[in-house]
């Protein structure tokens, strides 16, 4: 079992910019990718960025690339989502997962936070 644990959401203005961590914890996945999503409030949870533990590859969702960078410290199980230039449609509850890279990118997860609240006012 996998415990996932986010930290880092909050409120900040439009142009702004949070960083996102999220800690892994309970079993040892280097084969793994962990990755971020974001639900907006009415709205479907959506794929926003993924990177693979081992090789470094990540991906991203179109409406983040050149905004929004994800990082990983496999010594740390920890993976970060750096937010910048943050839009008021950015606003959502983002949720760290854990799954093959090709599962998150596909919108799916084998583990999943609790969530972490970002509010970007216009």
């Known amino acids: 079992q996998v415990q996932l644990a986010e930290s880092g959401g909050g409120l900040v203005q439009a142009g702004g910019s949070l960083r996102l961590s999220c800690v892994a914890s309970?079993?040892?996945?280097?084969?793994?990718?962990m990755g971020w999503f974001r639900q907006a409030p009415g709205k479907e949870r959506e794929f926003i960025a993924a990177?693979?533990?081992?090789?470094?590859?990540?991906t991203y969702a179109d409406s983040v690339k050149g905004r929004f960078t994800i990082s990983r410290d496999t010594a740390k199980n920890t993976v970060f989502l750096q937010m910048n230039s943050l839009k008021f449609e950015d606003t959502g509850v983002y949720y760290c997962?854990?799954?093959?890279?090709?599962?998150?990118?596909?919108?799916?997860?084998?583990?999943w936070g609790q969530g972490t609240q970002v509010t970007v006012s216009s």
């Open positions: 997962a854990a799954a093959h890279i090709l599962k998150l990118r596909r919108g799916a997860s084998d583990y």
């Open positions: 309970g079993r040892t996945f280097s084969d793994y990718a």
């Open positions: 990177v693979a533990l081992s090789a470094g590859l990540s």
